[in-house]
């Protein structure tokens, strides 16, 4: 029996092993890539351990694309950007979940059908306006047109939903106003969907790529994936400047994922023993 | 309460802040044709934008009064903006535009009145400056300058100088795709190395550069399909025959075309000229190992073909047509501009003027010594026209899955080009 459960552990954790290399290797190799002249990383067979290029690496991507400038846009925008549609989606959430009002089933079946548009649908439109507005090449062209979320307001309304009527009324009997429950008492209880959401509208923003290449043009504004991006050439690609520019884009979105997965998982055992 | 209220008036204020970064574009005076100022924007790609921004500043000697801005973006970016732009009826574009030749007819026939006829700007005049393979594939179906020819990439064969004195093969015997076949099996056999990389499912370039030195894209010159001529046959045969005696290494994309240059487990590359650059760059190590020769004929074909190459155009949007034209006239005309390209970034100019500069004319020393470019400008002349339409594209992909097929799936030469055919006249009644 005892043989039969180490032999069937040992498995599971060959299997368990094996599924951390794969997942863990793409990211090693890219952060040793990173260290490494272009030459060297295809050499073969490769060499696995981190060289001494990181410093020129380094130098050179600064000297191609500015880092500093092109960091402070990207997080600058999925900052702002995760801020206020974070707060947005969680008050329509908050409206569509606690209110009622006068077609509020319409106005949300139409929130939840702009979700079907597949976004090359509207690209074009929406650059033609980007251009009336004289905003190309701006951080309001990237921030504001995703602002609303559909999918983030979906959420939040399915969270708040959750949230028995009787803690807003006690609320109001205290003379709490509308404004002041959202806010001290809503919102607090919310935290784990609020992070959930904030995470994903994170990395959404962090990694777009598209509507940012479009609407940007110079240099100075790139957001990172603009810039790496820009970074492949026709006929030469400098791979670890490439492999260092991709491995400092991952550490932002690593930061705001650790910072915020305490509310996320304190709000995951939090609910579990509610009931 | 007051707290929230500060936070949302912070990020507000930020907003705000951020909106002011842009500055005031001024599209005030764009003065007349003979001097023409005011400010225009140029789209380019890495290397190309570079030779841009250095030709800017003798492009303003001549031309003080325009300011010449150049945005750098990777290649099918620079597309995605640019069919956005054009979507939208002209928005966002720059004034001027690079493009690569082939993908021309593939706008022209999707945005007729996108780009400014240079016939009309005065361009006609330069028709002999340039080799009569690029003249044509710049101009419309009216033989009018659409674009502005800049560079070209005469095909070649790079070659492993050590690979073949080990096997002991003379590349000047190489005349015929037979004689390479054979060439490649005594390679195999006395270094291992493979002859050469073709990324079976997903690239067409080897068929290509083989219809081209035959007269031929996928099309005839009346553009006729000519996935069925004896051309396009013999053509694939060869590929078929290349893999049966395992001599195509199948590595992914560019990166394995480069990995399997630097690495050395191809003996030959068949590429355009500008590759001579990558070689370079990435495989510094391998100087004097590399050299060239022209590529292999088939009966009644040429040796030449061409790979790659871009032009300038002019958006109709453009607001300062006239600066426009003045930069694009000057930028593809002048000779030091063309010149600092190719130094510089091996960009091979099509004005034939500069080929008799000591750049071109010089032994290269990573190259064993030859003189390679000299060998590459030398035929530029004879690099036969083909006809390339808006369906190129889409007949590379469908060629790039025969291929597949026949090499992989072992499927007929014959019944495969048969039914790209077609797919590609089903394509063409859309």
């Known amino acids: 029996m005892a043989s039969k459960k180490i032999s069937s552990k040992i498995i599971i954790y060959i299997l368990l092993i094996a599924g951390v290399v794969l997942s863990i290797a793409p990211f090693y190799w890219m952060i040793v890539g990173s260290t490494l002249p272009s030459g060297e990383i295809f050499r073969v067979p490769p060499r696995l351990l981190p060289g001494d290029y990181l410093a020129k690496n380094f130098q050179t991507l600064n000297e191609s694309l500015g880092i500093a400038k092109i960091f402070w846009n990207s997080l600058f925008i999925a900052l702002v950007y995760t801020l206020i549609s974070t707060l947005i989606s969680a008050m329509a959430g908050y409206a569509f979940a606690k209110f009622k009002f006068k077609g509020k089933n319409f106005f949300f079946f139409i929130i939840l059908c702009t979700l079907m548009i597949p976004s090359q649908v509207t690209l ?55 404004l002041k429950i959202f806010f001290t008492v809503i919102l607090p209880v919310t935290r784990p969907a609020m992070a959930a959401v904030a995470i994903f509208l994170f990395m959404s923003q962090w990694n777009s790529l598209l509507w940012p290449l479009i609407t940007l043009n110079s240099k100075e504004m790139f957001t990172l994936p603009v810039a790496l991006s820009s970074l492949i050439g026709m006929a030469r690609i400098d791979y670890g400047q490439l492999m260092l520019g991709t491995t400092l884009s991952t550490i932002p979105i690593m930061i705001f994922f650790l910072l915020l997965q305490k509310h996320f998982i304190s709000g995951i055992l939090g609910g579990s023993v509610k009931e | ?105 593939g706008y022209l026939h999707q945005f007729p009145q996108g780009f400014l006829n240079l016939n009309k700007l005065g361009y006609e005049k330069y028709k002999d400056s340039f080799n009569l393979a690029k003249v044509a594939a710049v101009q ?52 291992g190395a493979q002859l ?184 530029v002349d004879q690099v036969p026209q083909i006809n390339v339409n808006e369906n190129f594209a889409k007949a590379s992909s469908l060629i790039s899955n025969a291929q597949a097929a026949i090499l992989l799936e072992n499927q007929s030469v014959d019944t495969r080009l048969n039914e790209a055919k077609k797919q590609l006249e089903n394509e063409r009644k859309k």
């Open chain 1, 124 to 178: 074009i439109p929406l650059f033609e306006m980007m251009v009336t507005f004289n905003w190309l090449n701006t951080y309001q062209a990237i921030i504001l047109p995703t602002l609303a979320s559909p999918f983030a307001i979906y959420l939040m309304r399915q969270n708040m939903k959750a949230i028995p009527d009787s803690i807003m009324e006690a609320s109001r009997i205290d003379g709490a106003g509308e």
């Open chain 2, 140 to 191: 419309n179906e009216d033989g009018d300058f659409i674009a502005a020819p800049w560079d070209i990439g005469p095909a070649g064969v790079f070659y492993r100088v050590d690979y073949f004195e080990k096997a002991n093969v003379d590349p000047n015997s190489i005349q015929t795709w037979d004689d390479y076949i054979e060439a490649g099996k005594k390679i195999k056999e006395a270094t």
């Open chain 2, 1 to 105: 309460m007051k707290k929230y209220m500060s936070v949302m008036l912070v990020m507000l204020l930020l907003l705000l802040s951020a909106c002011s970064n842009k500055t005031a574009e001024d599209e005030g005076q764009t003065g007349n044709s003979k001097n023409p100022s005011g400010s225009i924007t140029v789209w380019g790609w890495d290397v190309a934008a570079a030779t841009m921004k250095a030709a800017v500043e003798k492009f303003q000697k001549q031309y003080p009064d325009v300011d010449v801005k150049v945005e750098d973006f990777n290649s099918a970016d620079l597309y995605d903006k640019l069919t956005v732009g054009l979507a939208a009826r002209g928005s966002g574009l720059p004034d001027v535009v690079l493009m690569e030749d082939e993908r021309i007819p």
């Open chain 2, 196 to 379: 050469l990389p073709i990324d079976i499912p997903n690239y067409d370039g080897v068929f290509q550069m083989m219809m081209q030195s035959q007269g031929l894209s996928y099309f005839d010159k009346d553009d006729k399909i000519a996935l069925e001529s004896k051309e396009a046959i013999r053509a694939m045969e060869v590929i078929k025959k290349l893999h049966d005696e395992d001599l195509i290494l199948n590595n992914k994309g560019w990166d394995g075309i480069v990995t399997a240059t630097v690495n050395g487990s191809v003996a030959t590359v068949p590429y355009g000229v500008w590759y001579a650059g990558t070689i370079m760059d990435q495989a510094p190590d391998l100087k004097g190992k590399w050299d060239i020769f022209y590529l292999p004929s088939f009966d009644g074909g040429t040796r030449y073909a061409n790979v790659g190459g871009s032009s300038v155009l002019i958006p109709s949007s453009s607001k300062n047509q006239s600066a426009a034209y003045a930069f694009v006239e000057f930028f593809t005309t002048d000779t030091e501009s063309q010149l600092l390209g190719f130094e510089k970034y091996g960009l091979f100019p099509s004005l034939k003027e500069t080929y008799t500069a000591p750049q071109f004319t010089e032994n290269n020393e990573y190259f064993n010594n030859s003189p390679i470019f000299k060998n590459f400008a030398d035929i």
